[in-house]
């Protein structure tokens, strides 16, 4: 289970909640990306057998090294990127408030990189970045190929997804091995790849002035981004891969079908 739609909250949360109960209710054991969602889970029920098994990144194949990743956090502007969906979950408006309240002498630009299944969101976004007046400095992108995306990563500096809830945070794992720092939300299991202040920042959802602050402590530190950056590109080398995530579930569902 990635997350249950209910941690999602909004209108539709006590609806969510009463289906996946029932769906819950009828499984014999349930994988879990992360222990937010497996919190979650058993919040619902109690007496369900559960594992843990953070899926890895493999989208790209990023050939990064340390030495790329201090070179890049020497250059210009700070290039920050936010991967996902242009819905209301992502926190875009979060993060152009924030970008807005950067202040650096080198400046800063953002890429938004995403589809955008909610055209009235995405309008609302882009007017946000108009009245805001950074407009010019944001740029969205829509939905790109992976190549397309890979070079954007590639040419980042930092990636900025403050949602309001990630079950896990595929986006910063990616992220991660193009040596990023992310700049991640507190809510949910980006805790699972995201270690405050060492491979990012973890920023509660909503709040402005959080992100503002990471971006800015980034973009004024130049060596911090480096070494944050560093540490993200070694956190990403070390996730477990495919055969040992399956390797893993696999025990465990033959345990739980030997009744263990």
């Known amino acids: 289970m990635h997350h249950l739609r209910r941690a999602e909250g909004g209108r539709l949360a006590p609806v969510a909640t009463r289906l996946e109960r029932h769906f819950v209710r009828g499984c014999a054991a349930a994988v879990c990306v992360s222990e937010a969602t497996e919190r979650d889970v058993l919040s619902l029920v109690d007496d369900l ?25 020497r250059e210009g502007p700070l290039r920050v990127v936010s991967l996902g969906s242009l819905v209301p979950r992502k926190g875009h408006p979060t993060l152009v ?24 969101h995405a309008r609302t976004v882009r007017s946000l970045a ?8 944001v740029s969205f992108r829509g939905e790109l190929s992976t190549s397309d995306l ?7 500096h930092v990636l900025a997804v403050p949602s309001s809830y990630e079950g ?8 991660m091995g193009f040596g990023l720092p992310a700049v991640a939300s507190a809510a949910g299991g980006a805790s699972t790849v995201v270690a405050d202040g060492e491979t990012g920042f973890l920023v509660d959802p909503g709040d402005v002035a959080g992100v503002r602050d990471a971006i800015a402590a980034l973009a004024g530190d130049r060596d911090r981004l480096a070494r ?6 070694r956190r990403f080398e070390s996730h477990p891969d495919w055969a040992a995530t ?5 025990r465990f569902l033959a345990e739980v079908a030997d009744g263990g």
């Open 97 to 120: 408030r924030a970008l807005a309240g950067v202040d650096d002498e080198r400046g800063w630009t953002a890429t938004v990189v995403g589809p955008e299944p909610d055209p009235d």
């Open 168 to 175: 896990f945070g595929m986006a910063y794992l990616e992220g």
């Open 49 to 73: 057998a559960t594992h843990v098994a953070p899926p890895p990144a493999d989208q790209f194949d990023p050939t990064v090294t340390p030495a790329d990743v201090t070179d890049r956090a």
């Open 228 to 233: 944050m950056g560093t540490a993200a590109l």
């Open 150 to 156: 890979a070079a954007v990563l590639g040419e980042s």
């Open 130 to 137: 108009a009245d805001l007046d950074v407009e010019e400095r």
């Open 246 to 250: 399956v390797a893993d579930v696999r």
